[in-house]
């Protein structure tokens, strides 16, 4: 199973808003929503940002949002902060109900 | 509140074995599937492998790179899961985490495999 693909790096200045793509195939981000995005800071285990696509979990702040169009998901951030320089990953289940990761995006707020 | 805690990893030679446990609490274990998922230093996240629950038949599934070398098991009656690593090689070298494939991560142990 190919890992999903995530830009390496993205950036944006405090205020602003930005969004990390993830595209698969049709077995798994396209076929399914089951998408889901994490956030992991160094040293720390991941955080469910969003879920079945564009579900946050509580707690999660509404500047997080998510939404998918044929094989590709995305993550907007809105209003960026500091604390949101993360990595970030998108999971996708696929049709054998194994999971299957992008490879990072590394959000800089500058 | 929902928790996971992992333990069992250190320093091992490669070619030996490791078994990790992985405790859960504040949710329905015996009613989740769970996955293991590892992490290199520096590196992204890997999908390891899972089991799913007794209705599912405690069915199994896993990254081709630990076939046959790793197996996913557990005890519902302790809320455990388990991650039996045999054959190791230096790249299985990585933080393991389990999670329950959604919102419930643990801590994640640390594995080494260097001679």
């Known amino acids: 199973q190919s890992a999903l693909t995530q830009p390496a790096s993205v950036s944006g200045s405090p205020g602003q808003s930005i969004t990390i793509s993830c595209t698969g195939t049709s077995s798994d981000v396209g076929g399914y929503n089951y998408v889901s995005w994490y956030q992991q800071h160094p040293g720390k285990a ?17 500047r997080f949002s998510g939404s998918k169009s044929g094989n590709t998901a995305s993550l907007t951030i809105s209003g960026l902060l500091a604390e949101d320089e993360a990595d970030y990953y998108c999971g996708s289940y696929t049709s054998s109900s194994i999971l299957v990761f992008g490879g990072g995006t590394k959000l800089t707020v500058l | 509140e929902a928790q996971l805690v992992e333990s069992g990893g250190g320093l091992v030679q490669p070619g030996g074995s490791l078994k990790l446990s992985c405790v859960a609490s504040g949710f329905t274990f015996s009613g989740s599937a ?8 520096g590196k992204g996240l890997e999908w390891v ?51 329950n494939g959604m919102d419930v991560w643990g801590q994640g142990t640390t594995v080494t495999v260097s001679s």
């Open chain 1, 46 to 62: 991941p955080k469910l940002m969003i879920y079945e696509v564009s579900n946050r979990p509580s707690g999660v702040s509404y």
């Open chain 2, 34 to 41: 769970m996955h293991w998922v590892r992490q290199a230093s």
């Open chain 2, 49 to 99: 492998g899972r089991i799913r629950s007794k209705p599912n038949n405690y069915a199994t599934a896993y990254a081709a790179s630990v076939t046959g070398r790793f197996t996913i098991s557990r005890d519902d009656s302790k809320n455990t899961a388990f991650l039996q690593m045999n054959s190791l090689k230096t790249e299985d070298t990585a933080v393991y985490y389990c999670t």
